[in-house]
């Protein structure tokens, strides 16, 4: 009869193992078994938004005099790393003087800066990047923290890899994507253990974006047992010292 319970609880924790497994993978609506291709549908550029630090180089036939424009440690027009856009959207250049950017992509306003400064250099070619383009990811992960990227390109999974990956612990299904876009907050709901997340148009962030990664029931078991096991040896302890103060006096 005892052989009988012990086989019995074998099993459930066997049982209990695989379907604790089948919530842990990736992507598990994916064909593994043959090669698969879809068109990347969802990219869209990243649009330069208020508070925004950019980058801002020129060159042109004339280099000595387009290199105000870039930045070094003694140019007044530029902060501490790049042009800061303004809360009316605008960034103060030289030369062109207040310039709306906000709502244009880097390369829209590469365009738009090249056409502004023929008026002032031969053949200019402007480069424009955000500086500050970062995504923050915390909760249940390895290494919870705000990410500066240098790529404007950047996804979900790139991001959580930044982090080091999902704990084991955590909910793969109940990922957040928090997103400020024109005065409004939203809340994304994310899985990741299906496929269709590299075609959501939220697949791809952008700027000041956050990822939020909810802990499973056994992150919370873990904590909550070993706070319990501190608790009884602190209230032991205690008892312990009051009763040997009792005896000494």
Known sequence: M????????????????????????????????????????????????????????????????????????????????????????????????????????????????????????????????????????????LKPDVYTVRDEKVSITQALTLAGDLNITALRKNVVLIREEQGKRMFVPIDLTSKNLFQSEYYYLKNNDQIYVQPGPTKYASVDRGYRTWSLLIGALSVITIVASTLIK
């Open 2 to 141: 005892v052989k009988q319970n012990i086989l019995l609880v074998l099993i459930i924790l066997f049982l209990s193992a695989c379907s604790t497994y089948k919530t842990i993978p990736y992507y598990q609506d994916l064909d593994r078994s043959k090669l698969s291709q879809e068109e990347i549908k969802n990219y869209q550029p990243a649009v330069i938004q208020a508070s925004d630090i950019l980058g801002i180089n020129v060159s042109s036939r004339t280099p000595e005099q387009s290199a105000i424009f870039n930045y070094t440690a003694n140019n007044p027009q530029s902060n501490v790393s790049g042009y800061l856009v303004d809360s009316k959207g605008e960034v103060q250049l030289p030369l062109i003087g207040s310039l709306k950017v906000v709502g244009l992509t880097t390369n829209q306003l590469q365009e738009k800066m090249n056409q502004l400064l023929t008026t002032f250099f031969k053949d200019p070619i402007s480069n424009v990047r955000i500086l500050n383009f970062k995504v923050a990811v915390y909760g249940d992960v």
